[in-house]
């Protein structure tokens, strides 16, 4: 058995960010498929060790987390990878990792769900994820004009927070091109030894048959 | 000039999490208005030290913070109250602050300012933020049935980030009722030594002349 084990699935950004920081720190993990489109983070079985309903959720001994920002710290901690190295900079990657979960991610995967998964045509809905998440990415975009990483000359969990969503090209219907900061920064992570497209890095859930 | 400085207005509720942390903890604080409705948090003067273009903003000697989850984070630390009294809190406390950024404030706040503040009337976009809120109250109503705060019997900067925006009665269009669970705890959370309702809590910001 693995070290650590990861529920995870291959069009989840979030499971993407955790199963990212496995792989480029180079630690012993197995991923955990799970029929989310089906609706088993939703389950009570699922909730008895998750009450979100979400995935990822990382098993590590007697460990288990969700939240992928839990998990990343969890991570940067116990491999000595991607942390911070002061209390200022832990605190500068909490900052950008909220603001990824509260409007980046958040924004981001719901539009991509809707355009590409849930192939609902362009609606009010989309209209109003569309115009947040392009802010969101002016903000970060803003952010990166003036450094190679969210929080300076290094990568750190808060890059592989932000990135979770970015890989999928094509699936959001906003071009990253469009944010030259964010499509310079999103090339220097593809370079980083060992990193993986979320689709070669993770278990295939398959979409349900109304979709 | 107080110790501590936060911008905050009246109806954010982000902000309201981190004056109501340093109001129970008795901190020497004074609030920075903000003309929010107007764009003043957008303005380069203001991005110039909050590139989020957000409220809440912490001033404390040189340290300036952004995120309502890092400002309760470092209050914590600071104040040594309403923290993580071990390494498996600390995590299971970012868990909730996390949840609560992504899913409950994130549907809910929007939720409320497109009825209550924008009044835009049910559109299909209230309809999505009413469900996925619903989804994110059901969530914490769970979590909050056998327990009488967030990770357990006591009450943590988690319940404080949660708690942001329920107090804000009759502007959300959910029911806190339907919510059993949820409603006893936001008693307790009332019931707290200082409590302060927000609008009793922080400065006026004036609606747009539009609204």
Redesign the interface.
């Known amino acids: 058995m693995a070290e650590f084990e990861l529920t995870c699935f291959d069009r989840s950004g979030n499971s993407y960010k955790a199963a990212l920081m496995l792989e480029l720190t180079g630690c012993d993990w197995a991923p955990r498929g799970v029929d989310y489109f089906n609706g088993e983070t939703r389950t009570e079985d699922y909730?008895a060790f998750n009450?979100?309903?979400e995935a990822p959720v990382l098993f590590h001994g007697d460990?288990v987390?969700?939240?992928?920002?839990?998990i990343l710290?969890?991570l940067a901690e116990i491999t000595g990878r991607f942390g911070p190295e002061s209390p200022?900079e832990r605190?500068e990657i909490?900052?950008w990792?909220?603001?990824d979960?509260?409007?980046l991610?958040?924004y981001t995967a719901t539009l991509r769900a809707m355009r590409s998964l849930l192939k609902t045509g362009e609606?009010?809905?989309t209209e109003?994820l569309d115009k947040r998440a392009r802010g969101a990415w002016d903000?970060l975009d803003?952010?990166l004009r003036t450094r190679d990483f969210v929080i300076g000359d290094r990568p750190t969990i808060a890059d592989l927070s932000l990135c979770g969503y970015l890989f999928y090209d094509g699936e959001i219907g906003i071009e990253i091109a469009d944010f030259p900061a964010m499509a310079a920064w999103r090339e220097r992570i593809r370079a980083l030894p060992g990193w993986k497209h979320p689709y070669d890095l993770m278990p295939v859930a398959p979409l349900p048959e109304t979709a």
């Open positions: 909730r009450v979100m309903g460990t987390l969700s939240q992928s920002g839990v710290d969890y200022a605190r909490w900052r990792i909220l603001f979960n509260h409007k991610t958040s609606t009010p809905v109003f903000v803003r952010q």
